[in-house]
């Protein structure tokens, strides 16, 4: 006879069996009570109950008798669980079933009609399969005290905002998507806090942020907080983000005013969609601010923020802008693309014309030099004299800062000089060397040009190359002349790890024409005949061109080498090798 006995004091508060009930091994006897938790005493071995003890509300010291099982042969016994459906996971299950696209099939296809997909779509296309933890999904809008709980959960999943942490190609990153499905993707009380605790989390564990921006600002019927807050102004998730040292990269497709835009204007990276209207308004503020009515498609459609430089990247649709962040966010490791090719280029020799005053394609000359399809370009409609963007040599990541001689002959103009200043804070935020292709006859001059703020515009591209941390090369194709030449170097040729051209570069404190009429004006004005004049002033520019071509320039040693076009991929990842290991910089990166 086996004796169960009481192992811990505790109160009788049930008996589940009685003298004569045969019970499989596992099967509950008793259960007592001990500090309000119930414990339940089992079985260890099948056999049949000749005696109970106790009686329910006996008080149990430990080791009282409590029943007399004999042994004996009885079936197995059925799990608890398998004996009917538990309130608790049903509403569960129900709860989380109406997080699901599926559970508001109109608006999704309301979505897909017009182009767009939902906040799920994206972060399941961001993220590596089965990797994503959401954060604060069960949250709805404030508004319980005048709409029903049941309402709010089916209507204002989320409150609006998807946040959560996972892994993009191996990496961990946290997003933050705005579900334009819950009123419009306006902000609320619970989205901030949400936010704010995902931010939180990226800053502790230094992760990159990616934020879909779509949305329309502020939400001002939260009545929950109505009585605790007036204007809302002390929110922190504008200024955490802001604070946040990335990356950060947005992407807006549809949509985004107010303080989605706000979020987005902060970013590192901005990506949208051809489909897009990004405006620090909306219409509801224009109207309220009483500038009349306007439709959101009239404020700020792609094509205006693309040339005036607020969009970093056009792409297509959401799959674009999610593909180019994915190749964002994987700039900081290596890749096997380039890792076979060939060192030498032979065709970048022909890139320079022989003929010295003859333009050329750059882009050419960067799809030559990097590996191939490598190159990701930012803020092309935009600051057409600087091409920057990402690319590759060898599978390693760079940034790329280039002169583009089609425009104004390469010279850098107030535009161009916000765009490669910002270019190089992103790349020293980001921890990513840089590489720049210098042909410019300098800073655009003129009394048109100087009321574009030509000073102070010029001045941040100085003041980016003095403060940049990271390792750098410059390469000298054909003109490098004054400030403008020093500018592309970083501030001066001495600052680059390695500051090398081409046999067709060319150095000079000034452009050689107007060094000639500057410095020779009296001499040539004294020529009475022009074409004696004529023959004199070339002959000026051709010794002034020979003493700064490449060849002689650098036996002065204004820079560090002449290289052959053919093996310049080769210096770059020689020079980068020794130049040590790109960090992440300390420096914020300008909106601008």
Request: with cysteine.
């Amino acid at each position: 006879m086996n004796i169960i006995r009481a192992e811990s004091a505790a109160i009788v508060a049930e008996i589940r069996v009685a003298p004569g009930d045969a019970v499989a091994a596992g099967s509950v006897l008793i259960v007592t009570e001990l500090m309000k938790m119930h414990h339940e005493i089992c079985a260890g071995k099948s056999g049949v109950v000749r005696a109970v003890h106790v009686a329910v509300g006996d008080e149990l010291k430990g080791g009282e008798p409590l029943l007399e099982l004999e042994p004996a042969e009885v079936g197995p016994v059925e799990p608890e669980a398998a004996r009917g459906s538990r309130a608790d996971f049903a509403e569960y299950q129900a709860r989380m079933a109406l997080l699901e696209d599926a559970a508001r099939p109109d608006a999704v296809a309301n979505r897909h009609a017009q182009g767009f997909r939902t906040a799920r779509e994206n972060i399941a296309d961001l993220f590596d399969e089965e990797s994503f933890i959401e954060y604060g999904a069960l949250a709805v809008a404030a508004q319980r005290s005048r709409k029903p709980l049941e309402d709010l959960q089916a209507r204002s999943q989320g409150d609006g905002i998807i946040c959560g942490t996972g892994t993009v190609d191996g990496r961990p990153v946290a997003a933050m998507a705005v579900d334009y499905m819950v009123m419009a993707g306006t902000q609320g009380f619970n989205h901030h806090r949400k936010m704010d605790r995902l931010i939180e989390v990226a800053g502790r564990d230094g992760l990159p942020i990616v934020l879909f921006a779509e949305g329309g600002g502020g939400r001002p019927n939260d009545s929950d907080v109505a009585q605790v807050m007036a204007a809302w102004l002390n929110v922190t998730s504008f200024r955490a983000f802001a604070a946040h040292r990335g990356p950060k990269i947005g992407i807006v497709a549809g949509y985004c005013f107010a303080g989605n835009a706000a979020l987005f204007g902060v970013c590192d990276l901005r990506i949208a969609s051809r489909q897009s209207w990004i405006g620090m308004g909306g219409p509801a503020m224009i109207e309220g601010g009483g500038l009349g009515v306007v439709r959101p498609d009239e404020i700020g459609p792609s094509e205006v923020q693309v040339r005036n430089g607020v969009i970093d990247l056009l792409v297509e649709d959401e799959a674009g802008a999610v593909a180019a962040a994915k190749t964002v966010l994987g700039l900081n490791g290596m890749s096997e693309t380039g890792m076979s090719e060939p060192g030498e280029r032979p065709g970048l020799r022909d890139v320079v014309p022989a003929d010295r005053t003859r333009a050329y394609d750059m882009r050419e000359g960067i799809a030559m030099l990097f590996d191939e399809g490598s190159f990701l370009e930012l803020r092309r409609g935009f600051g057409a004299g600087m091409i920057t963007g990402f690319a590759r040599i060898r599978g390693q990541a760079m940034g790329l800062m280039a002169n583009n001689p089609l425009h104004l002959g390469g010279a850098i103009d107030a535009e161009a000089g916000d765009k490669g200043a910002r270019f190089l804070q992103l790349c020293d935020a980001w921890g990513l060397p840089v590489v720049t292709l210098c042909d410019t006859p300098g800073f655009m001059v003129g009394p048109e040009v100087e009321t574009t703020g030509q000073v102070a515009h010029i001045s941040r591209l100085f003041l980016a190359g003095a403060h940049f941390s990271q390792p750098l090369v410059t390469v000298i194709l054909r003109k490098a002349y004054g400030l403008g030449a020093m500018a592309m170097a970083g501030g001066g040729f001495d600052r680059p790890h390695f500051c090398c051209a081409w046999p067709t570069g060319e150095v000079g404190a000034m452009g050689l024409e107007g060094a000639v009429k500057l410095g020779h004006r009296d001499h040539l004005a004294a020529i009475a005949d022009p074409e004696a004049r004529e023959v004199e002033y070339q002959r000026l520019v051709a010794e002034l061109y020979a003493r700064g071509k490449a060849m002689n320039a650098a036996s002065l040693l204004e820079f560090d080498a002449v290289i052959d076009p053919a093996t310049t991929r080769d210096q770059i990842c020689r020079a980068l090798a020794v130049a040590g290991p790109a960090r992440p910089g300390s420096r914020y990166v300008d909106a601008w």
